[in-house]
């Protein structure tokens, strides 16, 4: 993949735009690409970076593996340097922690942001919260050598950074709770099965298959695929009769655009 120049490249994070497309790559592969706190608030920085064109982000790690998760160091009492270490945060006050919690999870959220549509290109690892970065995108294509797992139980945690409702929405709760409670691997075979992946192909295939769809995303007219992504999102919090009528205000404002006759 040829990319321009960055935006943005610090932590271990780039971000790229070539017109209506941006690129985050994860830039650490000989550590995995490990996540930390400085990498979260690039990641976030890199949302807020986007230009009004972008319409499709592909999130992706170089090297071997998607993310192998969170760099250890965190556990450690010397932590990162310059950042208060999880333990240091566990004797804090509670509202520190809560609010450094939801800082963490800035950086995952905004790949769901409506005007945008996200595309993980994940391939081996993707552990914990790479899993949960994969998960925050809208759509998966897999490598079919990848490993998802969610190993933040083993560790006497709970995965925190956004990954549970997009899991259980994809999977279902049993499969989701045996999948967090177990860690196990999930393989590529299964990420299609179950919903988990749009398509899994040969390894030395992933770039190619992923601009294949994002191609296919870049083809639709903007405005219709915005309006579609917020229906979609709401349609399992909402009533058949909700959503009725949120389709009908939706197709309202296309049919009036079409004519000309939009705001």
């Not at 321009?4 to 941006?22: E, F, M, Q």
């Not at 790949?111 to 998966?140: N, P």
């Amino acid at each position: 993949m040829n990319l321009p120049a960055p935006l943005l490249d610090k932590d271990g994070v780039r971000l790229t735009v070539d017109d209506a497309i941006a690129t985050v790559s994860l830039t650490n592969p000989d550590k995995r690409n490990v996540q930390s706190p400085a990498l979260w608030r690039v990641l976030g920085e890199a949302g807020r970076a986007l230009p009004g064109s972008v319409r499709v982000v592909v999130v992706r790690g170089e090297g071997k593996s998607f993310s192998a998760g969170l760099d250890r160091r965190a556990f450690t009492p010397e932590g990162f340097d310059g950042e208060p270490s999880f333990l240091d945060l566990a004797r804090g006050d509670d509202d520190v922690l809560d609010a450094t919690i939801a800082e963490y999870q800035d950086a995952f959220t905004w790949l769901r942001r409506s005007d945008i549509l996200s595309v993980a290109a994940v391939q081996g690892h993707a552990i914990g919260a790479g899993f949960q970065l994969a998960l925050s995108c809208d759509l998966r294509v897999v490598a079919d050598d990848v490993q998802f797992s969610m190993r933040e139980t083993s560790l006497g945690l709970v995965p925190d950074l956004t990954g549970t409702h997009p899991l259980v929405s994809l999977v279902g709760y049993a499969r989701a709770l045996e999948i967090c409670v177990t860690g196990r691997y999930v393989h590529a075979d299964e990420a299609v099965r179950s919903g988990l992946a749009n398509v899994s192909v040969p390894a030395d295939e992933l770039s190619a298959a992923t601009q294949d769809l994002v191609a296919a995303l870049v083809a639709a007219p903007r405005d219709a695929v915005i309006e579609t992504k917020a229906l979609l999102q709401g349609a399992s919090d909402r009533t058949l009769d909700d959503q009725r009528t949120a389709e009908r205000a939706a197709q309202g404002r296309r049919l009036r655009d079409l004519a000309g006759l939009g705001d």
